[in-house]
């Protein structure tokens, strides 16, 4: 992607929250971020519960403040509440006024943009029948579900055609159709040329939307890029698909180390150990089927930082007052 | 202008919808019994006993409603988390505030002016007509409609940094210190300490002195309201308003939401 103006720019950003009786201690929930998120890309930010997804995104927003550092969107700074006019989001777990009805939240979010009446009418419709709630329009939000409140959140994050939307945890609460329903809409969002950042712990959903990832463990980015290259960044070894005569390789010591399913062995071996590996095979008369590189996946990447950081998943207590 | 009006026209809706006002229309038929039962049992004062015991009622559900909703107009959306989309829009703090603030005295003064329709309908069905004398009685609604705003936005206030429960507390303690504010500056002669005497001459000119605001006794028995006086409960009112909202506004334009 070639490097234009940041849509995102979080510099050194840092929140603690008071804990404790009368406060007195803190704890840390997002320790130094900095990362950017460029105009026009779909950005995950992954990581498990508890790690600073919701943090950073509610100090983007201007819901929580920052301990220090800084952070603008679109070249504005965070506290400046008019750069929302460009901005949608969509908070986890949404939940809106219970007396209104979906229609009517959503023509009452309009109002903060100037949007005549007839507009807001027009977008409300546009925005209903673009989540699936075309017929739901008009019945009160206490009868809504979950997944049909994650999509009043997500109308009324896009409802006034934002060029950066930030939703936390879209996917949460749907089922598989709605969740589709979410990823054509992201999809559709980035083809736009719109910027969406996204939190989820759902790796198959960051994989399949994102441009780039980033994960963050107890309250620390620990890698930023595409979700191939975060999978590339270590290379775990070789595995070796072939096929090969037992009665003639029996007591082949090599034969011991592989899994067997079927007629063919699978060998797994350090990259190091890959021609010294062939030579024995092809010593033993055996058919190479592939040769391939052993990736972890995204989940198996994120595990594994989370294995590594567990005491750190949650957040650290840092200091007394 | 515009957010401001959208946050208290929803805040109004919300009272509405949550029934709120519906408690004007029993209150209206309450007087209505009340007027007939009271007609028949004193006569001669009858009309001053039901201003003196309408402007009461009315002046107690309209406190009811300010402290119990009001100290939920801000608590209820950081809790229920309906704010987080809201402060997403291009919309300050501070006109959330104020335009929920708007909102429930919107919803009180509709709820006031009902139960004010009410009470002289009551009269009307005693006295069998209405005279000059009665204006009175609407000055009295306006002051008690003054003194209830007085009242949310101090609930808005303490609503802002502290639970319900506590802001009902201390919205309730204000409100009844300032109904003894006259008291609190006239010390002089009692057996309290000089210095005691000027730090509650002090606090005296903090509190809100509501004392001003009860005209119940002249609107009861038809006695006139001296103009100044609705100046100058009006200009004190707004006044005493716009820096309780703007105090609520420097803590809330600081708190970190949960």
Redesign the interface.
């Known amino acids: 992607m070639p490097m234009t103006a940041a849509a995102i720019q979080i510099e050194n950003l840092t929140k603690d929250y008071p804990t404790g009786f009368l406060h007195m201690k803190t704890k840390r929930s997002l320790e130094s971020l900095t990362m950017r998120v460029e105009e026009g890309e779909a950005f995950g930010f992954l990581g498990p519960n508890g790690a600073g997804k919701s943090t950073t995104i509610k100090l983007l927003m201007g819901i929580i403040f920052p301990t220090s550092g800084s952070a603008r969107i679109l070249g504005r700074p965070i506290s400046d509440v008019e750069m929302h006019k460009d901005i949608g989001y969509l908070p986890e777990q949404p939940y809106f006024y219970d007396y209104l009805t979906a229609a009517e939240v959503l023509d009452y979010f309009a109002r903060f943009y100037n949007f005549s009446a007839g507009e807001r009418k027009i977008r409300v419709e546009k925005m209903l029948k673009k989540v699936g709630l075309e017929t739901a329009g008009k019945i009160q939000l206490r009868k809504y579900s979950k997944g049909m409140l994650q999509r009043v959140g997500l109308a009324q994050a896009i409802l006034h055609d934002p060029k950066v939307v930030i939703l936390d945890e879209p996917m949460s609460g749907l089922d598989p159709v709605g969740r589709r329903e979410v990823r054509d809409i992201i999809l559709e969002l980035k083809s736009e040329g719109k910027t969406v950042l996204f939190s989820t712990h759902i790796l198959t959903d960051a994989e399949m939307l994102c441009d780039r990832v980033g994960v963050i463990v107890g309250g620390k980015l620990q890698g930023v890029g595409r979700p191939d290259e975060i999978v590339g960044l270590k290379v775990q070894g070789m595995e070796i698909l072939f096929e090969a005569d037992a009665a003639n390789a029996k007591n082949a010591p090599i034969l011991a180390k592989a899994a067997k399913s079927g007629s063919r062995y699978s060998l797994r071996v350090p990259e190091e150990s890959l021609y010294s590996a062939l030579e024995e095979l092809k010593a033993l008369g055996a058919k190479i089927a592939s040769v391939a590189q052993i990736k972890p996946t995204l989940e198996e990447y994120f595990m594994h930082l989370v294995t590594k950081d567990r005491a750190q998943a949650t957040a650290i207590e840092v200091h007394g007052k | 202008m515009?957010?401001i009006f959208?946050v208290a026209l929803?805040t109004f809706?919300?009272a509405v919808?949550?029934r709120v006002l519906y408690n004007l229309v029993f209150f209206a038929l309450l007087m209505m019994v009340a007027a007939i039962f009271v007609g028949q049992i004193s006569l001669g004062i009858e009309s001053t006993i039901i201003v003196s015991l309408g402007l009461s009622a009315i002046s107690i559900i309209g406190l009811l409603i300010a402290v119990f909703i009001g100290v939920g107009l801000v608590s209820k959306e950081i809790d229920?988390?309906?704010l987080?989309?809201?402060?997403?829009?291009?919309?300050?703090r501070w006109e959330f505030l104020v335009g929920k603030f708007g909102g429930l005295v919107l919803t009180l003064t509709v709820n006031t002016g009902a139960m004010a329709a009410g009470l002289f309908l009551s009269l009307l069905f005693v006295k069998h007509s209405l005279d000059g004398s009665d204006a009175t009685i609407l000055i009295a609604v306006y002051f008690i409609l003054l003194k209830i705003a007085i009242v949310v936005a101090l609930a808005l206030l303490f609503s802002c940094f502290t639970s319900q429960l506590l802001a009902i507390l201390f919205t309730t303690g204000l409100y009844v210190a300032g109904l003894f504010v006259h008291e609190m500056r006239n010390l002089s002669g009692s057996k309290v300490s000089p210095a005691v005497q000027v730090i509650f001459s002090w606090i005296s000119y903090i509190l809100p002195n509501f004392e001003n605001f009860n005209v119940m006794a002249a609107a009861a028995h038809g006695k006139a309201v001296p103009g100044i006086l609705i100046l100058q409960n009006t200009a004190y009112a707004v006044i005493y308003c716009a820096i309780v909202l703007a105090a609520a506004s420097v803590v809330f334009s600081?708190r970190?939401?949960k």
Not at chain 2, 84 to 92: C, E, F, H, N, S
């Open positions: 515009s957010r959208s929803n809706r919300e919808r949550d229920k988390r309906t987080y989309a809201l402060l997403a829009k291009p919309v300050r600081r970190n939401l």
